[in-house]
């Protein structure tokens, strides 16, 4: 098992930036991947980005060039810097892992997830 806590997320202006990270409760280093979701109200959980162990990272057509996922291994973190955030970005984020007996892609759903954190961009 796999506990997964968010922090970072907040209230910012269009245009500005955050930076979120999930923090897991044991070593990753055998965990497959690791991502970030986002659900807007009254719309469907979407990938925002994904990196696995040895893989590009993939991010959504809607934040490429925006957005930035970093795994750090060492301390056990996922981290996604967020750049130039719009309005449409207002959602909660959830951070997701892959087990190590996974397929560890991200075209299937994460085994784990976070509780969630609140990212609101004012316009």
């Not at 990938?47 to 809607?62: I, N, R």
């Not at 719009?86 to 560890?104: F, I, L, N």
Request: with cysteine.
């Amino acid at each position: 098992q796999v506990q997964l806590v968010e922090s970072g997320g907040g209230l910012v202006q269009a245009g500005g930036s955050l930076r979120l990270s999930c923090a897991a409760s044991r070593s990753i280093s055998s965990i497959k991947a690791m991502g970030w979701y986002r659900q807007a109200p009254g719309k469907q959980r979407e990938l925002v980005a994904y990196v696995g162990s040895a893989t590009v990272p993939h991010y959504a057509d809607s934040v490429k060039g925006r957005f930035t996922i970093a795994r750090d291994n060492a301390r056990g973190t996922v981290y996604l810097q967020m750049n130039s955030l719009k309005a449409e970005d207002t959602a909660v984020y959830y951070c997701g892992a892959w087990g190590p007996y996974s397929s560890g892609t991200y075209l299937t759903p994460p085994d784990y997830w976070g509780q969630g954190t609140q990212v609101t961009v004012s316009s």
